[in-house]
């Protein structure tokens, strides 16, 4: 979720599938029948990056991720690193420098305003880089907000399930929930396969298929795909 607001807003500063790569972001990722290393490899190589690191403990839970961060620190690319909640300072390990600055997302670590300030900047410096069109203020702020705010409700929405996955709540509990982060981000992956599971288990299955379906389409790669498929064949 968090990643596909993120992509929304560089869409909305201008940026598009000719400059932005996304792996996990439908119409960003690697083009069909492409090796994922060897096409990483090349946009290393061939382009001067600015990447942006999305750091949680998924992120270094995943050796595709840790390999692309050795390639920005080997190759010298420039880099931001963006800290989704939940994740602190102190956890920053392997190539990024934990000294420089970082935009938190973090509402309970870092005031609202000083992340209004780090996204300007970050704003200034993809305008400046990819040579951008003006947007104008106000636009720019209503964007910024707009994103913000649906950082800090799926922050919370996720807490509220993380409560009920602790308390062994039912799942009668967890739907209402995952519904609503269902209406933050339409096309997440994880939510449409956990409201999947979630409404086969009280046993209403034709939610389940349906949730299981978009699922699937909105998989993130083939082993996702081919995961949820089994699901619904069975």
Same mark, same amino acid.
């Given at each position: 979720?968090?990643v596909?607001?993120?992509?929304?807003?560089? +869409?909305l500063?201008?940026?598009?599938?000719?400059n /932005?790569?996304c792996?996990?972001?439908?119409?960003?990722?690697?083009?069909?029948? #492409?090796?994922?290393?060897?096409?990483?490899? +090349?946009?290393?190589?061939?382009? !001067?990056l600015? %990447?942006?690191?999305?750091?949680?403990?998924?992120?270094?839970?995943?050796v595709a991720?840790?390999n +692309?961060?050795?390639?920005?620190? %080997?190759?010298?690319?420039?880099?931001?690193?963006?800290?989704?909640?939940?994740?602190?300072?102190?956890?920053?390990? =392997?190539?990024?420098?934990?000294? #420089?600055?970082?935009?938190?997302? @973090?509402? /309970? @670590?870092?005031p609202?305003?000083?992340?209004k @300030?780090k996204?300007?900047?970050?704003?200034?410096?993809l305008?400046?880089?990819?040579?951008?069109?003006? %947007?104008?203020?106000? $636009?720019?702020?209503?964007? #910024?907000?707009?994103?913000?705010?649906? %950082?800090?409700?799926?922050?919370s /929405?996720w807490a =509220?399930? #993380?409560?009920?996955?602790?308390?062994?709540?039912?799942?009668? !509990?967890?739907?209402?929930?995952?519904?609503?982060?269902? !209406?933050?981000?339409?096309?997440?992956?994880d $939510?449409?396969y956990?409201?999947? $599971?979630?409404?086969?288990?009280? =046993?209403?299955? $034709?939610?389940?298929?349906?949730?299981?379906?978009?699922? +699937?389409?909105?998989?993130?790669?083939? !082993?996702?795909r081919?995961?949820v498929?089994?699901?619904?064949?069975?």
């Amino acid at each position: 979720s968090y990643v596909s607001y993120l992509v929304r807003l560089l +869409e909305l500063l201008g940026l598009n599938s000719d400059n /932005l790569f996304c792996s996990s972001a439908k119409g960003y990722g690697i083009p069909l029948g #492409r090796n994922i290393y060897d096409y990483l490899r +090349e946009q290393f190589q061939d382009f !001067d990056l600015r %990447v942006l690191f999305i750091l949680s403990d998924n992120y270094y839970d995943s050796v595709a991720s840790m390999n +692309e961060m050795g390639a920005a620190w %080997v190759l010298q690319h420039k880099y931001t690193s963006i800290l989704l909640p939940r994740f602190e300072f102190k956890n920053i390990k =392997g190539a990024i420098d934990p000294r #420089r600055i970082s935009i938190n997302l @973090d509402a /309970l @670590d870092a005031p609202e305003t000083e992340l209004k @300030d780090k996204l300007n900047g970050l704003k200034d410096t993809l305008s400046t880089e990819f040579s951008l069109l003006p %947007v104008k203020e106000t $636009v720019w702020e209503a964007y #910024r907000d707009e994103f913000i705010e649906k %950082v800090q409700k799926t922050a919370s /929405l996720w807490a =509220g399930l #993380r409560w009920m996955k602790e308390n062994e709540r039912p799942a009668s !509990d967890w739907i209402p929930t995952l519904n609503r982060l269902l !209406d933050l981000d339409p096309k997440s992956f994880d $939510v449409l396969y956990m409201l999947g $599971v979630q409404y086969a288990s009280v =046993g209403d299955t $034709v939610e389940a298929v349906n949730c299981l379906r978009k699922a +699937e389409l909105a998989a993130p790669d083939k !082993d996702m795909r081919e995961k949820v498929n089994h699901m619904v064949q069975s």
